[in-house]
């Protein structure tokens, strides 16, 4: 069986359960599993530290943690050679784990971010196209996935933040990742695949 998803083209997250008649003005892609890349922000004095502490974020967002609850459903870091779906079989070669202030963080720490800003504001243009088209009934039933929009605005974690601390704690505007920049001498970014 076959789902259509609405998916932003960039990074691959998107709204799920979308109808061929749903948001006419979106690109339709074909999607069978649900993958994003995310990035865990870590403080760390090597490379194997890193990896170390990106996994233990990972954890936490997988529900591995006990005390966490699952955001997505499993993840698989760049180290991991023994995947044909997931990691570098999809996404190619990336570092497993980088200093922030290296070409290769610097990179990523772009990737991450500049993916947030266009998934917030992807959905913030749904919110606001609902306000304006859809009567409060229609968005009290969902019409065009208007409360799912609504929802991904104010999302905390999960398929619209692709940023996150070393706690697990989704990083959702520039402020809060110019805080977690400022605070650490030995700042390292640890990539992950995700599945959602």
Not at 13 to 41: C, D, K, N, T, W
Not at 99 to 112: A, H, I, K
Not at 140 to 162: K, N, S
């Amino acid at each position: 069986m076959r789902a259509v998803f609405v998916i932003a083209p960039a990074m691959g997250a998107g709204a799920a359960g979308a109808s061929e008649q749903s948001l006419p003005m979106r690109r339709r892609f074909e999607v069978f599993e649900m993958h994003m890349v995310i990035y865990a922000l870590v403080e760390a004095s090597t490379h194997d530290d890193a990896l170390v502490t990106g996994k233990t974020v990972f954890d936490r967002l997988v529900g591995a943690d006990p005390h966490a609850g699952a955001v997505f459903d499993y993840y698989v870091t760049f180290d991991e050679e023994d995947t044909s779906v997931a990691g570098k079989a999809r996404w190619g070669e990336l570092p497993t784990a980088a200093p922030v202030d290296s070409d290769d963080g610097e990179d990523l720490l772009e990737r991450g971010w500049e993916a947030t800003k266009e998934e917030f504001e992807r959905n913030l243009d749904r919110v606001k196209e609902a306000i304006e088209e859809l009567s409060n009934e229609e968005i009290m039933r969902d019409e065009d996935l208007a409360r799912h929009a609504f929802h991904q605005v104010g999302a905390y974690d999960g398929p619209t933040i692709f940023l996150y601390n070393e706690y697990g704690n989704g990083i959702r505007h520039r402020d809060h990742l110019d805080r977690v920049l400022e605070e650490s001498e030995e700042l390292w970014i640890v990539p992950a695949d995700v599945h959602f």
